[in-house]
């Protein structure tokens, strides 16, 4: 594993909290952040690390050699700043997304749109067998981000079910866990065992998203390893369709309200014209562009750190 000193934890720390405010976002991925902030691979590989062996090497070598293996510093780290962006950030974020959301989506468009043109330029040599995975990954994404809304669902099997899908979504580039929650019928059940603190319900819905990370993290390690263009390809075309769901201008068409919070569950993209209020034309593009921009600098932020390593 990388050599790391204090000041690599650091920065760690704060891509693990910008992981953890996109997936406060109902729409946006932690995945994506991972992604265009350099640590996906590395994230996806450690997470699948993670296996009854290191119990082996615990007893065998002591704690240290557990934690080496573990790669524990750097998990730590990424899910530290993800639990504490969660926690800091997430009534800030969603008091924006209720009274300033046109801005707050406007951001993330640009943010994706320009990962996007990011992951895309990871591919070494585009042919047409990227660009058809690519067009289905665009595909896949506009079928469930256009999936009709099933009825609430508190089965113990399903909110299983629900956890580890969930999770898959929240690594996976794209659409959101709690978007998933949406689609599945589970996200009321989930929030109100959250408000009461129904340990048993969590119980079942963490085993099942510890579950799928384990099992979604081996596959696409794997086809990190064996098919990384094609992979990629997909990848980029999953960002690039799920980009109509975070599109800032909406017509909410039916919304349901669970406990003392409104969820939409059907709406349609318009243009900044056919918006009924104040579109906030200008002050959306700007966001939109630092957003785009964002995105640009951390790279060159990257490719700098690397030429001097």
């Known amino acids: 594993m990388e050599q790391r000193n204090p000041r690599n934890y650091l920065f760690l720390l704060l891509k693990g909290m ?8 109902p729409g ?8 265009i902030s350099g640590i996906y691979e590395e994230l996806i590989s450690s997470i699948d690390g993670i296996r009854p062996s290191l119990l082996g090497i615990w007893k065998k070598s002591g704690f240290k050699a557990f934690w080496s293996a573990l790669n524990g510093n750097f998990l730590l780290a990424v899910f530290t700043g993800i639990a504490i962006s969660v926690i800091s950030l997430a009534r800030g974020i969603s ?9 707050v989506w406007a951001f993330f468009f640009g943010l994706v749109l320009a990962s996007v ?14 660009l058809l995975v690519f067009l289905l990954g665009a595909g896949m994404a506009y079928l469930v981000i256009n999936l009709p809304v099933s009825e609430d669902q508190s089965g113990l099997p399903f909110l299983f079910l629900s956890g580890a899908l969930a999770v898959c979504a929240m690594i996976l580039p794209g659409i959101s866990g709690a978007f998933i929650l949406v689609l599945l019928g589970s996200y009321r059940t989930v929030l109100e065992a959250v408000h009461n603190w129904d340990l048993n319900l969590l119980a079942v819905v963490a085993v099942g998203a510890v579950f799928g990370l384990l099992s979604f993290a081996r596959l696409l ?8 263009n094609i992979t990629l390809a997909l990848l980029t075309g999953f960002i690039l369709g799920s980009l109509l769901k975070i599109w800032p201008w909406k017509e909410v068409l039916e919304t349901r309200e669970y406990e003392d919070k409104i969820i939409v569950i059907r709406e349609a993209n318009v243009w900044p014209g056919q918006f009924e209020g104040d ?23 990257a490719t700098r750190k690397h030429s001097t390593s």
């Open 18 to 25: 910008a992981m953890g405010a996109a997936d406060v976002v």
């Open 28 to 35: 946006v991925s932690g995945g994506t952040i991972a992604f």
């Open 95 to 103: 008091w924006l997304l209720d009274n300033h959301p046109i801005l």
């Open 117 to 130: 043109i990011y992951i895309a330029r990871q591919i070494e040599r585009w042919n047409w067998s990227h």
């Open 221 to 228: 390690k794997w086809m990190f390893a064996r098919f990384k």
């Open 279 to 301: 579109p906030m034309i200008l002050q959306a593009v700007g966001l939109a562009l630092l957003g785009f921009a964002l995105i640009f600098l951390l790279e060159g932020l």
